[in-house]
Structures are given as C-alpha cells and as structure tokens.
C-alpha cells in the first residue's frame, strides 16, 4: 500500500462525498450524511500518514487501496 499525505487524503474522501465540519487542531473532522461514523484526519504539513492509520480511516470511510 501506497504511503498517503493526510492533505491527499482529506482531498480523497472529499471526492467521495464527505464534507469538512471543522478543523481542530491539526485534525480535520469529516462526516457524510447517512453514515454514522465521524472522520478525524490529522493533517501535519505533507507528512504521510503511518500505515496503521491510513487502514483505520480507509475502513471508516470505505475506501480501498485503488482509491489511493
């Protein structure tokens, strides 16, 4: 798998039809109407996100690895 920014990444599940609620901190909050869960991507600069990290929110959100 493919090593993402959390910057790509927040543009990634924008496409997909989340939307950004707020910025706190470092961690941009999504949510998607219809879906019960919440997205909390943490943005630091370009710095790519680890591994674990990447899978849990790609889980969340329904993502796979083509989407990356």
Do not use: F
Request: hydrophobic share 35%; glycine share 8%; net charge positive.
């Amino acid at each position: 798998m493919k090593s993402v920014s959390g910057k790509k990444l927040c543009s990634i599940v924008e496409q997909k039809g989340w939307v950004l609620r707020k910025v706190t901190g470092s961690h941009h909050i999504y949510e998607k109407s219809g879906v019960d869960p919440i997205l909390s991507i943490p943005v630091h600069s370009n710095k790519d996100l680890k591994i674990g990290t990447l899978k849990s929110i790609m889980k969340l959100a329904d993502l796979t690895a083509e989407d990356l």
